[in-house]
């Protein structure tokens, strides 16, 4: 089993330092504190996964574009209540390498290492026609 293939994969993803509960829109006054910014909502991006196959290992790739939302996030000294005074989506370039092993013929152990999101262990099932 040998050869090449390609995908296309658009993913979502949630991680840590959400904001809290904040209304959507500037302090009314100046007296408020910062307390920096923070993801608003889930990661988006579309992923082009590449690999070629030499039975019973697979060389692993990836590249892609990811776009995060950010939030400013002051506090009203005031209230407690929490703002959102500026936001902003940021894009992250994706990409990795890794390498797999076939331990079947349609199951493959792979572990990646992604400049996004460090080192990467999955488990592949291979469909053949």
């Given at each position: 089993?040998?050869?090449?293939?390609?995908?296309?994969?658009?993913?979502?993803?949630?991680?840590?330092?959400?904001?809290?509960?904040?209304?959507?829109?500037?302090?009314?006054?100046?007296d408020y504190s910062v307390m920096g910014w923070y993801k608003d909502g889930s990661e988006y991006g579309i992923m082009f996964y590449y690999g070629i196959i030499k039975y019973p290992f697979t060389f692993l790739g990836e590249l892609g574009l990811a776009l995060?939302?950010?939030?400013?996030?002051?506090?009203?000294?005031?209230?407690?209540?929490?703002?959102?005074?500026?936001?902003?989506t940021n894009f992250f370039p994706i990409f990795s390498i890794?390498?797999?092993?076939?331990?079947s013929p349609h199951y493959r152990l792979q572990v990646k290492i992604s400049n996004r999101y460090s080192v990467l262990l999955g488990l592949a099932l291979a469909i053949q026609k």
């Open positions: 089993m040998q050869g090449i293939w390609l995908t296309a994969v658009i993913s979502f993803r949630t991680n840590g330092d959400y904001a809290p509960s904040y209304l959507d829109y500037e302090c009314p006054h100046s995060q939302n950010y939030i400013y996030l002051v506090r009203s000294n005031a209230t407690g209540w929490y703002y959102a005074h500026d936001e902003e890794g390498i797999g092993i076939f331990f």
